[in-house]
């Protein structure tokens, strides 16, 4: 991808549907009993990852139109998720969940780390064999066995997305009720409560710390089913939009997704304007430093800390950047520097040194959200970055550079052999 920077960013963005809530609603869509269509799902590699395993399981799943996705379950032929396809995305552990929920076992290849960090599942596993599934981890597979799963109470030793999502996937087909505890709350819990229950399922309490739910023995034979915009696609045009000292009305949001956002971005004096489904904001002068710790939702994303990373160095003054969620969260820094910015980072807690400009560079993307930090600090910069291993931006991002150049910036993509 080559950034000409220094154009403020100016115009209105319409986001896309949440990529995780797509990735845990796709799975989930094998439950029912007949085609489920799924509308506002993302284009973007992971939903493709998740549809060709989808297919391969037996299941049909096809787009049908520019954001709407059928899923047919009916003719699933396997409960063997082998390693080629699992291995491409960690999201696709759903697939335990999904397939214990919709034929009682689930062979699935064990997600390993990632460059995130050390990624484990032990949560999850945890929740499945207080259901009564026998679980098995064997040489990189786990396999459960979930014929007859009986709802339980289950507390969360840490708050876990990952963990809330499958454990209400498999809970919906358990017989009798189950409590989930230490629940997750983020917006993509939520939505997936909602399509279960736009299923036929009974799930309550998403949004809180605990979820009930009582088991159903059938689910609909489908429905039809929108997914919420992306929480963290809108923040990352927010933060991108006052990196450029711009200014940008962002569409089809949900305004509250972005609370913690929004707060930070009101003390560090950035302008900022809503309505009920969009937010303007806009550069009004110079940058306050803040203090930043990412938490488990309604707190600070940590799938925006790196982008507002960016905005820190240009802030003035000294600020701190606190990552609670993942251990490997702070490798884009070391590129982040190559452009200008002066980080330093000791353990889980960065040091930012304000007032930098940042300048054209050749920097590698290290991961998803990295990688959209540093094309906000390559749009903010002097001169021109080439960024590579872009195909990280591509598993979350929908038409990110047709975004960003109908907003006025200068970006494109050319071919690249190593
Ligand atoms: N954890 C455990 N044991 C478990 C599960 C999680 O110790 O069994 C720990 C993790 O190591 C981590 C913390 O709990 O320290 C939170 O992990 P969580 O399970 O919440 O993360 P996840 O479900 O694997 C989702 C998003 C991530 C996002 C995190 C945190 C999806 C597909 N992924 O991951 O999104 O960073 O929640 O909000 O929903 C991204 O979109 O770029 C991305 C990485």
Redesign the pocket.
Known sequence: MVVKGGVPLRGEVTVSGS??AA??ILPAALLANGPCVIENVPRILDVKIIMDILNKLGATSEWIGENTVRIDSHKINTHIASYETISRL??SYYFIGALLGKIGMAEVSHPGGCN?G???????LKGFAALGVNIKEEQGLVKANGLNMVGANIYFD??????TINLMIAAVRAKGTTVLENC?R?P?VVDLANFLNSMGANVKGAGTDVIRIKGVAELNQGTTYTVIPDQ?EAGTYIIASIATSGDVKVKNIIPRHQEALLAKLTEMGVGLEEGEDWVRVFYKGPLVRAKVKTL?YPGF???LQPQISVLLSMAEGTSTVSES??DSRFQYVDELKRMGSEISVEGKTSTIQGHKKFFGASVRCP???AGAALVIAALAAEGTTELYDIKYIDR?YEDFESKLRQLGASITREEYTE
Do not use: C, F, M, Y
């Open positions: 990529k995780n990735v845990a960690r999201a995130l050390s990624r484990p599942i032990d949560q999850h840490v708050v876990s997305v990952g963990a997750a983020e993509h963290i488990p994303p940590t799938d969620i993942w991961d998803l959200r979350g």
